[in-house]
Structures are given as C-alpha cells and as structure tokens.
C-alpha cells in the first residue's frame, strides 16, 4: 500500500521568514513524488517533481529515501505563495497518484 | 500546453436527476484521464480511472452504476452522476495523462450541488 503524510494541516510565517513543508511517504517500491500547488479558486497545478531535480518559484524538493521523505522548502517566502500545497506520490505503471491531505500555507506581510 | 477543461464549471440540480460533466484534454491527447472527487478544505479522492476504448477502473468504495465513465476518444472523458442525491454535492475534478512526460495535468473543477 502506499500512503503519503503531510503532518502540518496549517501553516503560517512571515514574508521573506524560510519556508519548509513537510511530506512523508510509504511505498515499498520506488516511487515517483510530486508537489502540487492549488492558489485560491484555482486549478490544481503541477510545482515539481523529483525526478527534474529543477526549482520552480524558488521551491525545492529533494528526495530522501533513508528518511522517506520529499519535503519542500523555500528560503524565503512571498505573500504570493499562499496556496494548498499537496504533495503526492507515483508508485507502479499506472499514472495513479496517492495524495496527502495537503498544507494550507499563509505568508503574512 | 497541456490544458484540461471541464464544462460545466458549476451546475445545480434536482435529487434523482442525472449530470453528465465533461472532461477535454484541449492540446494533448490523453488515454489515460482521472476522476477525482474534493470536499470542502479536504484532499483529493480518486474515483476512477478511465481508459480510453476501455471500461473505467473504479477505486473501492465508489459506485461504479452510479457514477458512469464514458472515455469515447483520447481528448474527451464524461462522468454521469446518475439520479444524484444531496449527499452527491461535491467539487469533481478530472486529470489527464501526457504522454510526454507522463504527468497528470487537473482541470478546473465542477461544482455540483443537488438539491
């Protein structure tokens, strides 16, 4: 079974403050993690994902299987990063994702 | 590119009546295509999967005659909520596959509410 965790529901820092969301996983194979990102009534939208190892808005995300983690950070967050951010795993062949039950982050001015 | 509608974008409508809501993959071509359903402040819940030229693959737990998955062509998939009930009130939300780089990209949503 795979199962993805993200501990903090909520949240808060201060603009330009380091920002870091947590995300766990378990799967017993090798998966495939994403972080997605939902802005107020938007769509859900792709942010990265591991395998492109790139940084997108200034988010990184690095895979940690010792720890079975994919926790993203940012150094310094913008009021415009405000957004659920959900982060998800790929396990098998067949494109289905597991989602965790997302973090909603506020960047206060 | 890759962009995924969904038509309509909200639709209300009386208990035991049927929706149909669309989901079209505008400059890709999908086979594979995802139904998700999100409650208020929650986390996505996949429904089905849906294959084109194939029958769609439910997740446990959801009706499969209730909630029916037509994936006729690789840009257009339709789910039908049949005779819906209140409790059917929900935010429903389609992916699609690319094949390129085989990422799920989500459409707008639609937001039913049965009355």
């Known amino acids: 079974a795979q199962r993805v965790t993200q501990p903090e529901k909520l949240l808060s820092v201060f603009k330009g403050a380091p920002v870091e969301l947590k995300c766990n996983y378990s799967?017993?194979?090798?998966?495939?993690l994403f972080w997605y990102v939902q802005y107020s009534r938007q769509r859900l939208q792709l942010l990265l994902r591991h395998i492109s190892r790139e940084s997108i808005k200034g988010f990184t995300a690095d895979l940690n299987k010792g720890e079975t983690s994919f926790h993203l950070k940012k150094p310094f967050a913008q009021e415009e990063d405000s957004a659920m951010y959900y982060c998800?795993?790929?396990?098998?062949?067949?494109?289905?994702?597991?989602f965790g039950k997302g973090t909603l982050l506020t960047v206060n001015p | 590119g890759a962009v995924v509608s969904q038509h309509p974008s909200r639709v209300i409508c009386k208990s035991g009546t049927s929706v149909k809501i669309e989901c079209r993959s505008l400059d890709f071509q999908a086979t594979t295509m995802f139904w998700y359903r999100q409650f208020p402040k929650q986390s996505l819940m996949l429904m089905a999967t849906?294959?084109?030229?194939?029958?769609?693959?439910?997740e446990q737990g959801v009706e499969k005659d209730k909630f029916l998955i037509n994936h006729a062509s690789l840009t257009l998939s339709t789910l039908t909520v049949t005779s819906a009930h209140p409790e059917d009130s929900s935010f429903y939300i389609c992916?699609?596959?690319?094949?390129?780089?085989?990422?799920?990209?989500f459409g707008p949503g639609t937001r039913l509410l049965v009355l």
């Open positions: 799967y017993s194979g090798s998966p495939e």
């Open positions: 992916s699609a596959v690319t094949s390129g780089d085989e990422t799920q990209y």
């Open positions: 998800a795993l790929r396990g098998g062949s067949n494109y289905k994702l597991t």
């Open positions: 849906s294959n084109e030229g194939s029958k769609a693959t439910y």
